[in-house]
């Protein structure tokens, strides 16, 4: 693991390097982007940081270097090249008092560099009772407020899923944990659009365009209940899910066979330092 911290290469990655008064600590106030590595580098990072301005915009986080950002992911990927792994960038309110209220120190930027093993081609997934509210202050930001999340999954991993599924306060599908949802009806390929108060996942943006889904917002039950159900994110890329809740399903099906080649037939054109 490979650590950058506010221009700082550290010489031990679990050294000390956070004050216990930073926001990020304190209460969730930061933002964060997690980046596929491939070969030594990123992929898609001009997306991911384009999105980490945005949640930082969204959280009211002011002074973010973008060019800092770039020169921290280039620092953590100097050396022997990582074959497979993931980029953690972590951006925080910074130095504060211990409250809700934020300090006037400049903000706290976190680089990390780690491998990472390949994802299966299938997994389980669980429906979970706490709907996302798609209508809250956070809806749509990648934060690190996740420990509704690390509950979620927790409730996955006890029932041998490794992802576990919200509907938002509709009733309508919305995302996994730290997945979008597609889902095949009828053959059209389907996932919510971002009103459903899911992330606005990189990958699922480009599977979109590289690949095809129709965006609405349904019942959660249409989801479970469809022919072929996958997920996607940054260390997923395209998953089949081989079952949901009690239902079983033949995984992977055609059309996720068909979109897990469309991701592999465009991924490398976004693999780069510049890309």
Excluded at 68 to 76: F, H, L, P, T, Y
Excluded at 146 to 169: P, T
Aim: glycine share 10%.
């Amino acid at each position: 693991m490979r650590v950058w911290i506010n221009g700082e290469l550290l010489s031990d990655p679990k050294a000390p390097a956070v004050p216990v008064t930073d926001h990020g600590l304190t209460v969730g106030d930061a933002v964060f982007e997690a980046v596929k590595v491939v070969d030594g580098q990123p992929f898609a990072l001009q997306r991911h940081l384009d999105r980490l301005e945005s949640s930082a915009a969204g959280l009211g986080l002011v002074g973010l270097d973008v060019d800092g950002v770039r020169r921290g992911v280039a620092a953590v990927l100097e050396g022997e090249p990582i074959a497979l792994g993931r980029l953690r960038i972590t951006v925080t309110g910074g130095n504060a008092p211990l409250g809700s209220g934020r300090g006037s120190d400049p903000l706290t930027v976190i680089v990390v560099a780690s491998p990472m093993d390949p994802a299966p081609e299938t997994t389980a997934v669980i429906t979970v009772p706490w709907p996302r509210n798609e209508r809250g202050a956070l809806a749509g930001l990648k934060t690190t407020s996740y420990a509704e999340n690390v509950v979620a999954l927790a409730q996955a991993q006890a029932a041998g899923a490794s992802e576990a599924v919200f509907a938002n306060l509709a009733g309508n599908l919305c995302e996994g944990t730290g997945t979008n949802v597609f889902y095949v009806v009828d053959g059209e390929v389907r996932t919510p659009t971002l009103a459903s108060g899911c992330l606005a996942g990189v990958t699922r943006a480009l599977l979109i365009e590289w690949f095809g889904a129709t965006e609405v917002d349904e019942p959660i039950e249409v989801a479970a209940g469809a022919d072929e159900i996958f997920l996607v994110s940054t260390t997923r890329d395209v998953q089949g899910v081989h079952r949901w809740d009690d239902r079983t399903l033949e995984a992977p099906g055609p059309v996720t066979k068909a979109a897990a080649q469309a991701w592999r037939d465009n991924e490398a054109a976004l693999i780069g330092l510049d890309r």
